[in-house]
C-alpha cells in the first residue's frame, strides 16, 4: 500500500469509528473468518472493514462515508446464501446488522411483526408463536438466516404453497438508500395503492438498491394441528395428481409439498442410518413429504388419514408414514432437510435451485441426465425440493471430472432450464455465481430495464457491486 492510500484508509477507519464507537468496527487481518467465505466455500474476500451498526441512523451514516470514499459496502446477513451474493469485496466495507436484531412489536390485533433486520428468522418465529400467533416463513437456514437476508433474498421455504414467499408477508419496510438516506413506511396495511410499491422493488434486491434496517411482517393466526406424512408414488403424474387432490381434500390447509426423487432418499436416508431408521423401505420413484397445518383438533388427524387412505386405494400413494409425535414429525423432516455430511463422498457437488411450471419439470428432469450424461459419463444426479412451487433443487456430482468452479455444469443445468422457460434461480438468487447465467433466464430488455433502476438508485454502484446486475 503507497503511504497516501494508508492515510485514506485511517481517515476511512476514524470516519467509521467516530460513527458507531471503535469497538463496533474492524479492519483488515481483524475480521473474523467468518465475514471472509461464503458458506459453499467458493468465494474467498478480503473486506477492508467489518462495521457493525447498532440503528438505522448509524446504517445511514456508514452508508454515507463509504459513499464519499468511493467504497463498496456490501450487507452480511446471516450468511447462508448459496450464490456469493453476501461476499464483500476485497477492499470495501462489509455490513453485519446482527447487533440490529430486536423485536420492536408484535400486534395481535393488526396481526403483524416489526422487527429488525438482524433479528435472526427462528428467533422471530419463536417470539411471534409465544404470542400465539404464526409468522409462516420457514428455511432449512431457520436458525442463522436474518429477516434482512430473507427481504434481501426473497426467501421462499417450505410452506410457498399456502403463505407465499417473502414478498407475500411484507408490509411495511425501513431503508438506507445508497447516498445514505433513509426511506421508512413501516406500515400495518395490507392494502396501499398510493402510488409506487417502492418496497417490492427491495424485496429480493439482494442488497443492490438499499439496505433493509426494518420491516413490519404479516403474522397469521396459529395453527392449532399439525399432520405430517411420507408418501411413496410410482409416476410424476401421480405427485402433481395427489397435490391437486390435497389441496382441495384439506380445504386449502395444504402447507408443505416436499418431493424427492427415489435416488435423494435413498442417499439421505443412508446416510442417516446412525441417528434413526429410515422412514420408509427405498425402491419407489418418489416420496412426497406432505404436511397440513389445521385448525380443528377433534377431526384434523381423522381425516388426514381417511384422504391418503383414499389416496392409497386410488392407486396414486402407493405407501404412507403418519407422524403419531413431534419427534416423528421431526424425523420425517430431517430426510428433507438434514442434508449436510450426505453428500460429502460425492464431493465436489454442484447444487441448484431452479423453477419451472410443474407441467415441463419430468421433461426437465430427462433432459437433464441426458445432457449431463453426454458431457460427463456416470455423473449423479439428485433431484428433490419445494415442487408444489415449480421449485427444483438438484445436486450433481461428476466427481474428478468437474474442473475449475464446475461452471461448464452450471451452463449444461441452466441451458437446460432455458428450453423449457423456466428460472434459473428460484428462490436463493443470483448473487455472484449466477450473473454470468442470467442472461439465459431474463431477455435483453429485461436486463436493460434492470441496469436502469440500479443506476437510478445506485449512480456510483457501491450497493453491493458484481452482483444481479452486471454494469
Ligand atoms: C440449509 C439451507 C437451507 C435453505 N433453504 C432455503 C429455502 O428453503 N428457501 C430459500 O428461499 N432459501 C433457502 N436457503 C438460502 C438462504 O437461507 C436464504 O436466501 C436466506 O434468506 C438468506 O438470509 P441470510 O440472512 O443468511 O442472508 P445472507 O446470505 O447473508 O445474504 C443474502 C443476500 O442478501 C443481502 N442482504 C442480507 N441482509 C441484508 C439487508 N439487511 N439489507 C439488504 N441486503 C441484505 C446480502 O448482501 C446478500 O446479497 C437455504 C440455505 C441453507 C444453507
Not at 418418489?286 to 381417511?306: A, I, K, S, T
Amino acid at each position: 500500500m503507497s503511504d497516501a492510500s494508508v492515510i485514506a484508509s485511517q481517515r476511512v477507519q476514524d470516519e467509521l469509528v467516530a460513527a458507531i464507537g471503535a469497538q463496533h468496527i474492524a479492519a483488515g487481518e481483524e475480521i473474523g473468518e467468518r465475514y471472509r467465505v461464503d458458506i459453499i466455500g467458493k468465494y474467498r474476500t478480503a473486506p477492508a472493514f467489518l462495521a457493525k451498526p447498532a440503528t438505522t441512523g448509524e446504517v445511514a451514516a456508514l452508508v454515507r462515508i463509504a459513499a464519499a470514499h468511493g467504497l463498496p459496502i456490501t450487507t452480511v446477513g446471516g450468511q447462508t446464501g448459496t450464490c456469493g451474493g453476501a461476499v464483500a469485496q476485497d477492499g470495501g466495507i462489509a455490513l453485519s446488522l446482527e447487533r440490529m436484531n430486536r423485536i420492536a412489536e408484535i400486534d395481535t390485533t393488526s396481526m403483524t411483526l416489526t422487527v429488525e433486520a438482524g433479528c435472526i428468522l427462528q428467533i422471530a418465529q419463536e417470539a411471534v408463536e409465544e404470542q400465539g400467533a404464526f409468522l409462516p416463513l420457514d428455511l432449512g437456514s431457520r436458525g442463522s438466516a436474518m429477516i434482512g437476508g430473507c427481504i434481501a433474498a426473497n426467501s421462499g421455504g417450505n410452506r410457498v404453497l399456502r403463505w407465499g414467499m417473502m414478498r407475500d408477508m411484507v408490509v411495511g419496510l425501513e431503508v438506507v438508500l445508497a447516498d445514505g438516506s433513509i426511506v421508512s413506511s413501516l406500515t400495518k396495511m395490507i392494502k396501499d395503492n398510493a402510488g409506487y410499491h417502492w418496497k417490492e422493488l427491495m424485496i429480493g434486491s439482494e442488497g443492490t438498491l438499499g439496505v433493509v434496517t426494518k420491516a413490519v411482517l404479516r403474522l397469521r393466526p396459529n395453527p392449532l394441528t399439525n399432520q405430517t406424512a411420507l408418501v411413496a408414488l410410482p409416476s410424476f403424474d401421480m405427485v402433481t395428481r395427489l397435490l391437486r387432490d390435497l389441496e382441495v381434500r384439506l380445504s386449502g390447509q395444504l402447507s408443505s409439498f416436499e418431493v424427492m426423487w427415489g435416488a435423494f432418499f435413498e442417499l439421505i436416508s443412508t446416510a442417516q442410518l446412525a441417528q434413526r431408521p429410515r422412514p420408509m423401505a427405498l425402491g419407489h420413484p418418489f416420496y412426497v413429504l406432505v404436511e397440513r397445518l389445521g385448525g380443528d383438533p377433534l377431526v384434523d388427524g381423522e381425516q388426514f388419514e381417511r384422504v391418503l387412505a383414499d389416496q392409497i386405494e386410488a392407486g396414486v400413494i402407493l405407501d404412507a408414514v403418519i407422524a403419531k409425535s413431534e419427534k416423528e414429525r421431526a424425523a420425517l423432516w430431517a430426510v428433507r432437510e438434514e442434508l449436510r455430511g450426505a453428500f460429502d463422498p460425492l464431493q465436489p457437488c454442484s447444487v441448484y435451485d431452479v423453477s419451472m411450471g410443474l407441467i415441463d419439470m419430468p421433461q426437465f428432469v430427462t433432459r437433464v441426465e441426458r445432457n449431463l450424461e453426454a458431457a460427463f459419463p456416470g455423473a449423479k444426479l439428485f433431484f428433490y425440493g419445494h415442487a408444489g412451487d415449480g421449485n427444483l433443487h438438484l445436486v450433481v456430482s461428476v466427481g474428478k471430472e468437474r474442473t475449475g468452479d464446475g461452471s461448464q455444469i452450471d451452463r449444461i443445468v441452466y441451458e437446460t432450464v432455458q428450453t423449457v422457460n423456466g428460472s434459473i434461480a428460484a428462490e436463493h438468487g443470483i448473487g455472484m455465481s449466477r450473473l454470468p447465467f442470467i442472461g439465459l433466464t431474463r431477455s435483453e430488455a429485461e436486463l436493460a430495464l434492470m441496469a436502469r433502476l440500479k443506476q437510478a438508485l445506485d449512480p456510483h454502484g457501491l450497493l453491493n457491486p458484481g452482483k444481479v446486475v452486471a454494469l
